[in-house]
């Protein structure tokens, strides 16, 4: 792992430059790498793994603090998520994800434009610009506008413009079917990706894979669309029926990625170097010491009474009430059980702390008769054991990888897409719903049990009543599904459709969550003459600097 994390500074910091010829230069720096000697084959699993750090670190601290996922033990601490709770949200707010992103993304577009006259490339390059596609969505999900055309240069262009998102769309969009054309044109030259391929495994199988999660992520994109008019719609409608009459030639099977997505190059406790990023920050080190981010971060009270059917606050808003008497049985593997007494009853179950409350108040109470009140719940073991039901966590953990994307994710999709466009995608979206809560539930290594049978007629929960309360379903199931996985992914589609209900922290500054974040101080540093200037305001309000599938 350590040669895989070795090589990405390497493509990153400028030294790919072309060497001289006479290798006894004594002009050449001995320690740089020739361009020519750095095969995407050594580039790509790197790249792969790094991007992933963003995705499982920053990603998914914003992701599960902005769906009310995580709070914060106040009984042990502080007010620990200050900025997340108030909103807070300015150039410094999670400056990481942009940052590392373009950091990474810088890899694979070397990777993508790296000589191939013989095609021996190819593999390597169709999985470079599936990963390109795939985080550069996030890039504009988050952002809006933002380099594209002229990044990636480095030393060429340090001041890169600002491309329309619509273009980075459309871009993105084109990269993933110009992927799929470089694995269906299968040139016999070409390389198999082999051990560098640290999400499929490579060869054949591999790449046939690779096809499925790019036609997945453009379905994503495509949805993402929904609401778009104009020329965009039009794009958007022309692909769609491409991916229509190609599932429907063979009945939509195999299109789509039906398995969770997930990387790993090798992670093990050998150190903390070559750990599970996520583990490494809210588990354990490879010396089994627990990271204060163990303690601090517990599930909300808001998370917590939705899985424990709405027993904790007894809530008559319609929201609350829809989970009445429904326990979740995935409740357990995301966040542990605690043992509590408080007014004199013990209670054993979920138990979280209302975001921005502080100990003491309301969504945080303490019994004073009682230290036990004062119980939390952690993390769980089952959102990193990926359907397993024992075992250690930091076996299990590194030996699943990071996930990128769940099945069930794929599922709810796919789900989505029959009920918006049923005469394109014409399967049961049900059959997909239902598939998409399965594969949750498999992922989380829990028993659906009853669930199916409470939820039938729950509208806004399960498969029932008008298409917005389907939707609303298709959007609560998904937020279920993405805890402590992708939650970020969530907070998109939360912006997008505006489902499920997610309280505002006690101490919010603002009247909902932001439609998107303000760009970095390394931009306002490093490119002050192309990055728009953006007022707070501009943040919470859907205007020309929101994504553009969000503005109307």
């Known amino acids: 792992m350590k040669k895989i994390k070795f090589l990405i500074p390497l493509v990153l910091m400028g030294l790919t430059a072309t060497s ?3 290798y006894l230069d004594i002009n050449e720096n001995p320690n740089s ?14 790249a792969i793994s790094e991007i992933y750090r963003t995705q499982g670190t920053d990603m998914m601290r914003l992701g599960n603090l902005m769906m009310n996922n995580w709070s914060c033990n106040v009984y042990s601490y502080g007010e620990t998520f200050s900025a997340e709770n108030t909103l807070n949200v300015n150039s410094s707010f999670y400056s990481g994800i942009w940052d590392n992103i373009y950091l990474n993304l810088n890899t ?5 434009n790296y000589p191939n006259a013989d095609h021996k490339q190819d593999n390597y390059i169709a999985i470079a610009k599936i990963m390109k596609s795939f985080y550069m969505q996030y890039i504009v999900d988050l952002y809006g506008d933002a380099p594209y055309t002229e990044a990636f240069k480095g030393q060429a262009n340090l001041h890169p413009k600002y491309d329309n998102d619509e273009t980075i769309y459309k ?4 990269n993933l079917n110009t992927a799929i054309d470089i694995i269906d044109e299968a040139q016999p030259l070409a390389e198999s990706a082999g051990a560098s391929d640290i999400v499929f495994g490579g060869g054949a199988a ?3 894979k690779w096809r499925q999660f790019a036609n997945t992520i453009k379905l ?30 063979n009945g939509f099977t195999g299109l789509f990625i039906n398995e969770t997505v997930k990387e790993n190059p090798g992670y093990s406790t050998a150190n903390n170097d070559s750990m599970h990023p996520f583990v490494l920050n809210y588990f354990a080190t490879a010396a089994g010491q627990r990271p204060a981010n163990y303690v601090i971060v517990t599930v909300s009270e808001h998370l917590a009474n939705t899985l424990e059917g709405n027993a904790i606050l007894n809530s008559t808003e319609a929201y609350y009430a829809k989970f009445n008497n429904i326990k979740d049985p995935r409740r357990t593997r995301q966040f542990t059980n605690v043992t509590y007494t408080f007014n004199g009853q013990t209670f054993t179950r979920l138990k979280g702390t209302r975001q921005g409350a502080t100990a003491g108040q309301p969504g945080a109470p303490q019994d004073p008769n009682s230290p036990s009140s004062r119980n939390v719940s952690a993390f769980a073991n089952g959102n990193f054991i990926g359907g397993a039901t024992s075992g250690s966590l930091l076996t299990l953990a590194n030996g699943r990888g990071g996930v990128m994307m769940t099945a069930a994710e794929s599922s709810f999709l796919q789900a989505e897409a029959a009920l918006r466009w049923p005469s394109l995608f014409n399967y049961s979206a049900q059959t997909k719903f239902d598939q998409g809560i399965t594969d949750s539930f498999t992922y989380f290594g829990a028993t659906a049990g ?37 939650p970020l992914e969530s907070f998109v589609e939360y912006n997008r459709t505006g489902y499920p209900f997610i309280p505002l922290a006690v101490t919010a500054n603002q009247t909902r969550k932001p439609y998107r974040l303000q760009y970095p101080t390394s931009e306002y540093s490093a490119n002050p003459s192309n990055v728009p200037s953006l007022s707070t305001a501009q943040l919470f309000t859907k205007n020309s600097s929101t994504p553009f599938w969000n503005q109307n």
């Open 206 to 208: 591999g790449m046939a």
């Open 220 to 249: 994503r994109y495509l949805i993402r669309m929904s609401n778009v008019t104009g020329t965009m719609a039009s794009f958007r409608d022309q692909e769609l029926a491409k991916l229509s009459a190609e599932g429907n030639a």
């Open 108 to 112: 694979f577009n070397f990777i993508e």
């Open 171 to 174: 871009a993105s969009i084109d």
């Open 33 to 46: 790498v020739p361009a020519e000697n750095i095969l995407p084959s050594l580039a790509l699993p790197g």
């Open 20 to 22: 001289c010829n006479n």
């Open 450 to 486: 009853a669930y199916f049978t409470q939820i039938a007629n729950t509208a806004g929960l399960g498969w029932t009543g008008s298409d917005a309360q389907k939707l609303e379903a298709i959007m609560t199931q998904k937020w279920i599904s993405t805890v402590n996985a992708t």
